[in-house]
């Protein structure tokens, strides 16, 4: 526990490993570590962003200038995004992502509360060995299950359809959201649930009253990391859709990849990649703190 | 907060008197959770393993028969399987390895107090938020023949490497696929690292360095045992991910040269060839493969979770 306080609140305490004067070795070499922290820091910077600066260059380029390596387009279009807008798989891919990523993230959080409150809060037996079968669905390789689910959702009717790739991607986003979840709760002082529980609430009130409202950030941060995940699955994506009236954008990317094999529009398939990207990074830019907190949730144990 | 939790546990009435209730709210609280999980994974992972016992017809529909172990033993015998499997233990070993050491140099640059630190940690998380498939297509747009940046360059810089067809030739297909993954997940390493640094007393450092110690012998003898702990999880967080491998060569080759993966070798018999009985002995050999390999890890290591069930 009180490591956990520790790490929340470390970005106040780190002020404290400001330089301190003298650091062990003399005047003349005390540039020396500004300097190698700096290259360092410009080539994790080069090595992060210039891929992704290289695919935008790639995307407003067309015709011929596309097989000139320039690190600037020559002559700047804007063709592959019109011609992607005017591609009805595209729109229609973008609709069902958006759609089956909001629709599970609301499920993921819904049943991943409940889930995460039993765990960190009440007692009840043989809770190891449940948290274990739990958290062991996130090593399942996706196509251990992909040729089953392919079976019966083709009896079940569920082949091709938004149900059919929202419930195996819930099964797959719910150990991740639970055990963040989880450790947001446990942060939550017990006596705030106790003096509930003193005044007569019920353990389901003082969840939905009291612990819910405080983990709003855990709640933000799970469904960041829930639809990060769900947007990103592709596996099922591909193996559990036919048509666009439930492929999701990855698998529609793919599709353009694959069935121009000879003449592959990498300019259109960039342009593509970069309308999908940017409000991911947006999302980034905006919850970095929420976003690092769900990642590194129990990742540190003393 | 401590006392008040000894305090609650040693009330005997508190024990007795929320039991039952307790456990009841438990259970329902976790029962759609555990529906869910146990509909969509446990019970396919048994029906894939029927499956990986029977043939289906290619031809008639629904036509079937049980043949036992004989799907195991094509998949054992073929060169194929043997061929993904080494290519997957390679990737990953290979992957995870560079990903160490880049996320850790990346940790202790995340970790330096200067101007600039937050902005430093959000850079870093753009790779691990863009999509797998479009890491695979920013790579391709990076070496392919033709249209590529990589091989200009390496051809302006004098450097060796510009006549290689990147993603055409055996080797260095891999080589890019192992380089798009380092690309997307040496942040997600990073992340976790600095994590772990972040819970390091400073005062430890301090004695050390009152003791004489080096700024390297800090780093050997103080900063790596004390980052052992968020390094192990790191670790198998990303040994089971590669492991698992799928997007990233099915858009960068389509599996060709050299790159064809566990997961990939399996999804192509099942939907390209539309072999279930073998699709699936193949599913269920790559899922016995990550489970081992997660189990050996989780031996290691298996005190966090004992932990994290335990503190409440």
């Known amino acids: ?302 | 907060m401590e006392a008040a939790t000894a305090r609650l546990k040693s009330r005997p009435a508190e024990r007795g008197g929320y039991g039952r209730s307790e456990r009841r709210l438990a259970a329902a609280m976790l029962a759609p959770s555990l529906i869910v999980i146990a509909a969509v994974a446990a019970y396919p992972i048994g029906y894939a393993f029927w499956l990986s016992l029977t043939e289906y017809s290619v031809r008639v529909p629904d036509r079937w028969r049980f043949v036992g172990f004989d799907n195991y033993t094509d998949a054992l015998s073929s060169p194929e399987f043997w061929d993904a499997l080494t290519t997957t233990f390679i990737f990953s070993g290979i992957s995870v390895a560079l990903e160490l050491v880049i996320g850790l140099g990346m940790a202790l640059c995340m970790h330096e107090a200067f101007k600039g630190r937050a902005l430093l940690r959000t850079v870093v998380l753009v790779p691990w938020a863009i999509l797998t498939v479009v890491t695979a297509i920013t790579w391709r747009t990076i070496f392919e023949p033709g249209l590529g940046l990589a091989p200009v360059l390496l051809d302006k810089l004098g450097l060796p490497g510009a006549d290689v067809v990147w993603l055409g030739q055996e080797p260095y297909a891999l080589g890019v696929m192992i380089l798009a993954d380092v690309w997307k997940t040496a942040p997600f390493m990073a992340l976790l690292i600095l994590a772990g640094l972040q819970v390091i007393p400073d005062e430890l450092y301090d004695a050390a360095k009152v003791d004489g110690a080096s700024a390297w012998q800090r780093f050997w003898r103080v900063t790596l045992p004390l980052l052992k702990p968020a390094i192990l999880v790191a670790l198998i967080f990303r040994t089971l991910d590669a492991l698992r491998i799928f997007d990233l060569p099915y858009v960068l080759t389509q599996g060709a040269n050299g790159t064809t993966t566990l997961s990939l070798i399996a999804q192509q018999e099942l939907t390209a060839n539309r072999l279930i009985g073998l699709g699936s002995a193949l599913s269920i050999l790559t899922f016995v493969i990550v489970m081992v390999v997660a189990f050996i890890y989780i031996r290691a290591v298996g005190g966090n979770i004992r932990a994290l069930a335990e503190e409440t």
């Not at chain 1, 709640?219 to 990391?225: H, N, R, S």
Request: hydrophobic fraction near 55%; aromatic fraction near 12%.
């Open chain 1, 1 to 302: 526990m009180a490591t956990r306080t520790l790490e929340r609140t470390g970005t106040a305490g780190e002020a404290r490993r400001e330089p301190r004067a003298g650091e062990a070795h003399g005047p003349e070499r005390r540039w020396v570590k500004p300097v190698l922290l700096w290259t360092a820091v410009v080539l994790i910077v080069i090595f992060c962003l210039f891929p992704f600066y290289w695919l935008i260059n790639v995307s407003l380029k067309a015709g011929p200038d596309l097989s000139g390596a320039d690190l600037l387009p020559p002559n700047p279009t804007l063709d592959n995004y019109q011609s992607i807008f005017e591609d009805a798989d595209f729109t229609k891919a973008l609709r069902n992502s958006v759609g089956i990523t909001t629709i599970t993230t609301v499920l993921a959080l819904v049943f991943g509360s409940f889930a995460a409150y039993a765990l960190a809060r009440l007692r009840f037996p043989l809770k190891f060995l449940l948290l274990g079968v739990i958290l062991s669905i996130t090593t399942f390789p996706p196509i251990a299950i992909a040729a089953p689910i392919f079976k019966l959702w083709t009896e079940l009717g569920l082949y091709n359809t938004w149900a059919g790739l929202i419930i195996p991607n819930l099964t797959f986003a719910l150990p991740l959201c639970i055990y963040i979840l989880a450790s947001f709760f446990r942060e939550i002082p017990k006596e705030l649930e106790e003096a509930a529980l003193v005044d007569g609430a019920t353990h389901f009130q003082a969840f939905r009253k009291i612990v819910l409202p405080l983990a709003a950030p855990g709640l933000v941060t799970a469904g960041l990391l829930t639809a990060f995940f769900v947007w990103n699955e592709f596996l099922l994506a591909i193996t559990l859709t036919s048509s666009t009236s439930a492929r999701t954008v990855p698998a529609a990317i793919a599709f353009f990849t694959g069935s121009q094999k000879f003449e592959v529009p990498l300019g259109t398939i960039s342009a593509a990649s970069v309308v999908i990207t940017i409000p991911l990074v947006a999302l980034v830019i905006i919850f970095q703190k929420r976003i690092v907190a769900g990642l590194t949730a129990g990742a540190v144990k003393g």
